[in-house]
């Protein structure tokens, strides 16, 4: 299973960066995806989820970000508006059967790409 993140970089507070993250070797249709992100001197925390029926989302990026995925194309989306310096981190996503918002149920994970939002 290969999970490849792509689309971080270095933005301006509000603007917006996509993110997307294409996974390979998996029934990716059967599987929740979740987006994760760890800011430097912090722990991994929860981003937001989509599964087939809905989206998760964590209050500090809610109404803001929007995780959205194309199961054609095997890929999984986060539409990230309205960034904040405190949204700087590297961003990550990962597969599990089932929901969970906790990083340590997950078992596959992409490489990460970093976000970087300056003030």
């Known amino acids: 299973v290969q999970l490849q993140a792509s689309g971080g970089g270095l933005v301006q507070a509000g603007d917006s960066l996509r993110l997307s993250c294409v996974a390979s070797?998996?029934?990716?249709?059967?599987?929740?995806m979740g987006w994760f992100r760890r800011a430097p001197g912090k722990e991994r925390e929860f981003v937001a989820a989509?599964?087939?029926?809905?989206?998760a989302y964590s209050d500090s990026v809610k109404g803001r970000f929007t995780a959205s995925r194309d199961n054609a194309r095997n890929t999984v989306y986060l539409q990230m508006n309205s960034l904040k310096p405190e949204d700087t981190a590297v961003y990550y996503c990962?597969?599990?059967?089932?929901?969970?918002?906790?990083?340590?149920?997950?078992?596959?994970w992409g490489q990460g790409t970093l976000v970087t939002v300056s003030s």
């Open positions: 070797g998996l029934t990716f249709s059967s599987y929740y």
């Open positions: 989509v599964s087939w029926s809905g989206s």
């Open positions: 990962a597969a599990r059967m089932g929901i969970s918002t906790n990083y340590k149920d997950y078992i596959y």
